[in-house]
């Protein structure tokens, strides 16, 4: 009898104590994390004397994802199928070379706005630096005005490459006037909940560009979720984006790493080996058939390799082979001068994208 007293008392105290350490752990993994909203006011910055933009002025337009500035050389730990790439970060010695590289091209090219994905902001592999911030700085006061996302944030990310502070964000900059920032939240990967909360939270920026005798002009950009199979995430997060975009009063256009193939074509002309990154019929479909890009379908489909925006770490594959980056454009928007920049060496994993658009 008194046996059984004596466990009767231990079990409500094993459950107690187990629910108490529950608690704590669900209690650190969400101190540890980001909880952006769905719709919530992006960081920016944009001095009141910055010029505002005329109606039927040329806005040329550069879009890139830079790597974190970690440029080339490396091979992650996520560049290959296995994630056993053996680099964890890059050196302060590449990092400083690539931003020279980076702001050179910038100078060379001479865009008005400049929307720039794989930002590092307070990340441990980057010693905290505040990537756009340098970018601004290098470029002379050319860019007042600066707009900033984060989509991947944490104060601790316990995976054994990783295993530090993580800041990743969407940068925009512009020579014209912004009025407004804008982040908006994206279907989340599937998983389970601990390492959904650890994972990255992709998303779109937009920012509204006023116009002196029209309509303002919207700019979005955004980096969207990669090795989705298995779920219906690349669905989702296309579902997202063309609700966006469908719900735009006024011009608008969108460029980004969109991480989907255009076309069939583009998948079958992958190696099988590479193929397993993407889904035989592309998510991005709905995209391409209620929008003009750039690259189009057309183009994506004649193979000819200065449509490829990424040249991949993987030894294995060793050269361009993908069209994974793109421009949208709002119906009616004229553009020119569409092309991709592919230089060599490689200064990231993506090359710089550039539009050239006519403010209605």
């Not at 466990?7 to 459950?15: E, F, G, S, T, V």
Request: some cysteine; glycine content about 8%; overall charge neutral.
């Amino acid at each position: 009898m008194r046996l059984q007293s004596r466990r009767a008392r231990w079990w409500p105290r094993a459950l107690l104590g187990l629910a108490v350490l529950v608690a704590a752990l669900v209690g650190l993994v969400y101190a540890l994390t980001d909880h952006p909203k769905a719709v919530q006011a992006a960081d920016l910055t944009c001095p009141a004397t910055t010029p505002t933009l005329q109606r039927g002025q040329a806005v040329k337009v550069l879009s890139w994802n830079v790597q974190y500035l970690a440029g080339r050389g490396y091979v992650f730990f996520y560049d290959t199928l296995a994630g056993d790439g053996p680099d964890t970060r890059p050196t302060p010695e590449s990092l400083a070379r690539t931003l020279t590289e980076v702001v050179a091209v910038i100078h060379q090219e001479n865009p008005d706005l400049i929307l720039l994905q794989e930002l590092d902001r307070d990340s441990k592999r980057t010693d905290h630096a505040d990537q756009l911030a340098q970018l601004q700085a290098r470029l002379g006061g050319a860019y007042p005005c600066a707009a900033t996302a984060y989509y991947h944030r944490a104060a601790f990310v316990p995976h054994p490459s990783i295993m530090g502070e993580v800041g990743l964000s969407l940068g925009t900059l512009s020579r014209f006037r912004l009025e407004g920032a804008t982040r908006y939240a994206l279907p989340r990967i599937c998983g389970d909940p601990v390492t959904v909360a650890f994972n990255f939270k992709r998303a779109v920026l937009g920012v509204t560009l006023p116009v002196q005798g029209g309509p303002p002009l919207t700019a979005y950009q955004t980096h969207m979720d990669a090795f989705a199979q298995g779920c219906d995430t690349m669905h989702r997060q296309v579902a997202a984006v063309g609700e966006l975009l469908g719900g735009t009063p006024g011009p608008w256009l969108m460029g980004g790493d969109f991480n989907l193939l255009g076309t069939a074509g583009a998948y079958t002309r992958l190696r099988e080996r590479e193929r397993a990154y993407f889904n035989p019929q592309t998510e991005l479909k709905p995209l391409m058939d209620a929008y003009e890009s750039f690259p189009s379908e057309a183009q994506i489909e004649t193979g000819e390799e200065r449509y490829y925006t990424h040249f991949p770490n993987d030894p294995a594959v060793g050269q361009p082979d993908r069209t994974i980056d793109y421009f949208f454009y709002s119906a009616g928007l004229a553009h020119t001068g569409d092309r991709i920049r592919q230089d060599r060496p490689k200064i990231s994993d993506h090359f710089a994208m550039l539009t050239t658009i006519r403010v209605p």
